[in-house]
Structures are given as structure tokens and as C-alpha cells.
């Protein structure tokens, strides 16, 4: 009875053992990829979005959902703009499934979303949730929430804190373009 519980409890612990493993071997394909593609690197998300540099701001964020595509690695990107309400209209989305929250969505109603999007923080599904983006950005200004940058249809493989961090900089890179097309038209008013 007692080798009956032991040997229980030992096949408990190597099929631990084993999810450990599979799940390090999973972070090591996607950190090797990662370094094999350097598609990720931060000078290649720099001159990726530096591209936004030559539009004007009603341009900047309809470009900046093919900069997300190309960063992410994914065609399911959707962009909404959020003005003084607690309302988000839909900007651009490059998929009908990116588009799936619809042309308005009141973002009170989907507060795991927003209360991370307003501490300036990266949203990830880590409840893999159907009727949210897999990941989400915000991009504010004086602390207000100008645009929200959804990613929809990434893999489990790719929803990594790596992943998060090329969002949240070309989040920063987006907002800079579109501060910078700001002040330049009201330069010219």
C-alpha cells in the first residue's frame, strides 16, 4: 500500500516534469526562432515604423495597422480611436475576424481590456477569451487614450512576454508618428 501510494506519487511528479518540459521546449523554439528570423529586433521595428513618419495623422494609424502586421507576423490587426467617451470606433481592421468587436464598443463593458490599456500596459488573453483581441495596445496622449491597437489571430506559440514588449515599442514608435503629423499640421494652421 505504501510502494502502491509512492509509486502514485512519483508518476505524479514526472508527468510534472514532463509539462515542464514540454512548455521550456516550447520557449526555446520560439527565443530560437526569435533569434534565427531577427525580424523582431528593434531596429527592425524602427524602420519599419519609421515608414510612418511621411503620412499625415489620418494616415499614420490607417499605415499603422500594416506596420503591425508586419511586426506581429499576423494579417488580423484592428485599430479603434477613443475619444473623451468611454467609446472606441472602429479606425481600420485587416480581417473580418479583426473587425469582430464592430464599428463601436463601449469599453466598460470589457473591463479586463481597458483597465490594462489605461496603466499603460500590454493586454494579453491569457484566458484565450473569444470576444477579445489576443493582445492589445493602447496609444495615449497626456495620459488619455488616443487609439486602441488590436491583435487578433496569433498563435499560443507567439503570445510570449517578447511579443508583448515589440508591441508595447511599436505602440510608442505608432504614437510618435502620430504626435508628430499632429504638431505638424497644426504647425502649418
Not at 479606425?91 to 496603466?119: C, F, I, R
Not at 505638424?184 to 494652421?189: D, G, I, M, V
Amino acid at each position: 500500500s505504501e510502494r502502491k501510494e509512492e509509486k502514485e506519487y512519483l508518476s505524479g511528479k514526472i508527468a510534472d516534469i514532463a509539462d515542464i518540459n514540454t512548455s521550456n521546449v516550447r520557449v526555446k523554439d520560439s527565443l530560437q526562432t526569435q533569434i534565427v528570423n531577427q525580424s523582431d529586433s528593434i531596429g527592425k521595428i524602427y524602420s519599419i515604423t519609421s515608414s510612418l513618419e511621411q503620412y499625415m495623422p489620418e494616415e499614420v494609424l490607417f499605415r499603422a495597422a500594416e506596420v503591425l502586421e508586419q511586426v506581429v507576423n499576423t494579417k488580423e490587426v484592428a485599430i479603434y480611436t477613443v475619444g473623451k467617451s468611454e467609446y472606441a470606433r472602429l479606425y481600420t481592421a485587416t480581417s473580418e475576424n479583426a473587425g469582430q468587436l464592430g464599428y463601436t464598443v463601449k469599453l466598460s463593458k470589457m473591463p479586463d481590456l481597458y483597465d490594462e490599456l489605461k496603466d499603460g500596459k500590454v493586454f494579453i488573453n491569457r484566458g484565450l477569451k473569444a470576444e477579445y483581441p489576443m493582445m492589445a495596445v493602447a496609444i495615449k496622449n497626456a495620459d488619455q487614450l488616443k487609439a486602441i491597437l488590436m491583435v487578433w489571430g496569433l498563435s499560443w506559440d507567439a503570445m510570449t512576454l517578447g511579443t508583448a514588449n515589440m508591441l508595447a515599442i511599436t505602440a510608442s514608435l505608432i504614437q510618435n508618428a502620430v504626435l508628430r503629423a499632429e504638431r505638424y499640421l497644426e504647425a502649418l494652421e
